[in-house]
T-cell receptor, first 114, second 115 residues
Framework: EAQVTQNPRYLITVTGKKLTVTCSQNMNHEYMSWYRQDPGLGLRQIYYSMNVEVTDKGDVPEGYKVSRKEKRNFPLILESPSPNQTSLYFC?????????????FGPGTRLTVL | AQKVTQAQTEISVVEKEDVTLDCVYE???????LFWYKQPPSGELVFLIR??????QNEISGRYSWNFQKSTSSFNFTITASQVVDSAVYFC????????????FGTGTKLQVIP
């Protein structure tokens, strides 16, 4: 089954404690992205990756890091989380050409930073 | 810069009424993709439709229909004979073409269908 998986699904942490949210896809997609969703703001793109070792900033990259060492994985790293990073996070993947396909989203990770 | 505006924050309708969700976009690209997603209370994002900028045909899928008009930069979504299961947040999104995959979402419209 084609899918994007994220772990953990729920996480409560404290300010400053480094954390990683993993994302993995089994569709051999080149493109992967991270979004955060906040009330009244919709989804905002944090980082995206066009292929292995190729990443770039989205609209709200501050406080986040990503890496793309393998095609299937795209972890999101919060080196020093702060309460304003409390949010619902989505990972997504897609092939290069969206003419015949769409963006597949993971189930979301709800992060609370105390 | 690209932008997607969903001016309707929340809409409430009585079951069986028709409802239209508005989406207005801005982009400098001549080729782009538009999307609608549904987010039910369970939280996952459900893909509804993709439209290419060069295809202005309206589309109907069951009770759902979409009206794409490049002249007004709008991509509106209509639900006919709404049902309680349609209650969700609906997002419109815009993606440019080419290798730079920037995706911009609207802020969403929360639809409540009252039985």
């Amino acid at each position: 089954e084609a899918q994007v998986t994220q772990n953990p699904r729920y996480l409560i942490t404290v300010t400053g404690k480094k954390l990683t949210v993993t994302c993995s896809q089994n569709m051999n997609h080149e493109y992967m992205s991270w979004y955060r969703q906040d009330p009244g703001l919709g989804l905002r793109q944090i980082y995206y990756s066009m292929n292995v070792e190729v990443t770039d900033k989205g609209d709200v990259p501050e406080g986040y890091k990503v890496s793309r060492k393998e095609k299937r994985n795209f972890p999101l790293i919060l080196e020093s989380p702060s309460p304003n990073q409390t949010s619902l996070y989505f990972c997504a993947s897609s092939p290069p050409d969206l003419g015949t396909d769409t963006q597949y989203f993971g189930p979301g990770t709800r992060l609370t930073v105390l | 810069a690209q932008k997607v505006t969903q001016a309707q924050t929340e809409i409430s309708v009585v079951e069986k009424e028709d409802v239209t969700l508005d989406c207005v976009y801005e982009t400098r690209d001549t080729t782009y993709y538009l999307f609608w997603y549904k987010q039910p209370p369970s939280g996952e994002l459900v893909f509804l439709i993709r439209r290419n900028s060069f295809d202005e045909q309206n589309e109907i899928s069951g009770r759902y229909s979409w009206n794409f008009q490049k002249s007004t930069s709008s991509f509106n979504f209509t639900i006919t004979a709404s049902q309680v299961v349609d209650s969700a947040v609906y997002f419109c999104a815009l993606r440019n073409s080419g290798g730079y995959q920037k995706v911009t979402f609207g802020t969403g419209t929360k639809l409540q269908v009252i039985p």
